[in-house]
């Protein structure tokens, strides 16, 4: 599963010049999403702490390279156990906190490539909602459990939305309002989705009443034929230039994240987008404490820091991406930038419908893998 870089302003892409210390010497050391923390967030962070620090907020390009980087940390610890007796973990310059995707989550649990939190040091846990404390709480397979550890704390969430051309829409006499409307026949050959599985199988799902998170898919009645038809819609499959074709009029309609597709309505006015009716997928960001990590308070400070209403709205704003406390803020504490906009704040009734993409079993994974397969090969695929 990939999510591109968040495509926002200077403001935060000049976290590393502004922030960096000496790595190795740092009190506070976060490897973290480029461009997924705003520099003047960070700087405030340090100016509110009691006593000065050194610290180091590096962005990394990716988040598939966030997750190398534990497993590279873990390889390297085990390499220095097997030839000291001594745990030098200081020379191995681990994080005390990493950016990690939710998708990443399991993965990192299994391989014990971090470590869970005390929630009691989380000043600000219980002001999440369910859904974002259910998304982190895990046994030590990985699997979604209410009676897990707790091994993240979300600091920005998305959603997969439905971005569309407003003047070729102003031509047809409507505007797309949920997943049902990707099958209508006017707009055959002229919509890109996402190139991933789970993304396109789940909203087939939605549309046909059932769960992102469906385990056994084979049983599901008429979806290989929704798929079908949706497939002979579709002119462009991509999960990296899905946006392009949008642009130039090559399509009509894309489904995408909403990291890419939010900023991309300030600078293109013929592009609006809508949060599907029946509910969408969700992404989140999550801070993670690598596992031969030490005890640090200052993570807690940090994550707690995130989570303060009015930091986490500006952070919202600035990334154009929503924070998990937003949706139990009270409305009047709100901004009007982010009261207003249903796409960065979801309306209550479509975050109830929406899910975050938990981790499957390896013979249900085989089940959306066979029938990807099966229904997307007529269709240039980049």
Not at 7 to 30: H, M, R, S, Y
Not at 85 to 100: M, Q, Y
Not at 113 to 129: E, V
Not at 273 to 287: C, D, E, I
Request: a positive charge; charged letters at 20%.
């Amino acid at each position: 599963m990939k999510r591109r870089n968040f495509l926002i302003g200077a403001t935060a892409i000049t976290l590393a010049e502004f922030l960096a210390g000496c790595e190795t010497q740092a009190d506070l050391k976060v490897k973290l999403l480029k461009n997924s923390i705003p520099a003047q967030m960070a700087s405030k962070f340090l100016g509110e702490l009691q006593s000065p620090i050194k610290s180091s907020f590096q962005p990394i390009e990716s988040l598939n390279e966030l997750f190398y980087l534990l497993q590279n940390w873990q390889k390297k610890l085990l390499l220095e156990k097997q030839q000291s007796s001594i745990n030098k973990t200081e020379n191995i310059n681990i994080a005390n906190l990493v950016t990690l995707g939710d998708y990443w989550l399991a993965n990192a649990i299994k391989q014990e490539l971090i470590q869970p939190f005390n929630s009691q040091s989380l000043a600000n846990w219980n002001k999440l909602p369910e859904k974002w404390l259910e998304l982190v709480k895990r046994n030590n397979q990985g699997y979604v459990d209410p009676q897990g550890k707790i091994w993240a704390a979300p600091y920005q969430w998305g959603t997969t939305l439905i971005a569309y051309r407003v003047d070729k829409f102003k031509a047809l006499g409507w505007e797309p309002k949920d997943w049902s409307d990707l099958w209508r026949p006017e707009l055959k050959g002229n919509i890109s989705l996402l190139n991933q599985a789970r993304e396109v199988i789940g909203l087939t799902l939605k549309k046909l009443g059932k769960s992102y998170n469906t385990k056994n898919i084979d049983q599901v009645e008429k979806l290989k034929a929704e798929l079908v038809k949706l497939n002979q819609q579709v002119k462009f499959y991509s999960s990296n230039n899905y946006l392009q074709p949008l642009i130039i009029g090559d399509t009509w309609l894309a489904v995408g994240w909403s990291n890419d597709i939010l900023p991309l309505l300030k600078k293109r006015k013929k592009i609006a987008a809508v949060v599907p009716q029946s509910g969408t997928a969700l992404w989140a960001n999550l801070w993670v404490k690598p596992a031969a990590s030490p005890e640090n308070s200052l993570t807690e400070k940090w994550i707690n820091f995130c989570w303060q209403p009015q930091v986490a709205q500006q952070m919202s704003i600035i990334t154009q991406t929503s924070s998990p406390i937003m949706p139990k803020i009270n409305p009047n504490e709100l901004i009007s930038d982010i009261k207003n906009n249903p796409l960065l704040l979801l309306p209550q009734e479509i975050i109830e419908k929406s899910e975050f993409l938990a981790p499957l079993a390896n013979s249900t994974i085989e089940q959306y893998q066979k029938l990807w397969q099966e229904i997307r090969q007529p269709v240039h695929i980049q």
